[in-house]
């Protein structure tokens, strides 16, 4: 959990292994359109629904201002390279390491080195099959762990297992090559949970740590990371 989250003027480079997550407000501007590079251009203007269009433009505009300030390159000249299941990484650097997820307005970017890092935040909506989205995308565990619950401790359960999933899959970088079904993560109880078993072949489970981000109640979020404890960093303006 963060301790508080400090204005994104605050920021200083960090001077050890740390994370930083960084919380963004999706609101498009003029300037945003002209960092983006043309194939993030044409990939958002493929968007039919202008809200998620201008979502996508700001949240990629943005991520190009903080890793900017990381390898002391101005926004627009950043160059962006894709893995095999299109998770991004820098071009010309290996460091930091990054990831970005948004939701309606609310964005998140996760940036560290040397680690493998994915983030995931999600904007809860009431009132939804929890039990049948699970059953399609949780493993047996997961779904034996929810059914427990009562009805009004289900569906913060859920975003909560669902955003660790996902920042897990993120992380890995298989995109939907890999079943949302094929591990299982803690997600009930205290404490931010585990990796309890994995189907991805030479993983080790023993080496993911997650962290919840406290977003307020209309939003869920997490980040997944391997190797030792670090000190996690949080920027962006406090909505809890």
Same mark, same amino acid.
């Given at each position: 959990?963060? %301790? ?5 003027? /605050? #920021? &200083?480079?960090? !001077?050890? +292994? ?6 963004? %407000? ?5 300037? /945003? #359109? &002209?960092?983006? !590079?043309? +194939? ?18 700001? !949240? ?181």
């Amino acid at each position: 959990m963060p %301790d508080s989250w400090r204005p994104a003027d /605050d #920021w &200083t480079p960090p !001077s050890g +292994d740390v994370i930083d997550v960084w919380r963004l %407000d999706l609101t498009v501007t003029e300037e /945003d #359109w &002209t960092l983006l !590079s043309p +194939d993030e251009s044409e990939r958002a203007n493929r968007i039919v629904v202008e809200g998620k269009r201008n979502q996508k433009a700001s !949240s990629r505009a943005q991520l190009r201002r903080i890793l900017s300030l990381y390898v002391d390159i101005e926004p627009r000249s950043l160059r962006f390279e894709y893995g095999e299941h299109g998770k991004p990484g820098l071009s010309t650097h290996r460091n930091p390491s990054f990831n970005l997820s948004h939701s309606e307005v609310v964005g998140l970017v996760g940036v560290t080195r040397d680690l493998r890092v994915g983030i995931d935040v999600e904007h809860v909506h009431e009132g939804r099959d929890f039990s049948g989205l699970a059953n399609r995308f949780f493993s047996a565990e997961e779904r034996a762990a929810l059914h427990e619950l009562s009805d009004p401790e289900r569906p913060a359960a859920f975003y909560r297992a669902w955003t660790r999933k996902e920042a897990y899959l993120k992380a890995l970088g298989t995109g939907l090559s890999f079943p949302s079904n094929g591990f299982t993560i803690a997600y009930t109880g205290e404490g931010p949970g585990c990796v309890m078993a994995t189907d991805m072949p030479g993983d080790d489970p023993s080496i993911w740590r997650f962290a919840d981000v406290q977003l307020g109640p209309a939003f869920m979020g997490a980040i997944c990371f391997d190797g030792p404890e670090r000190e996690i960093r949080w920027w962006g303006p406090d909505l809890t």
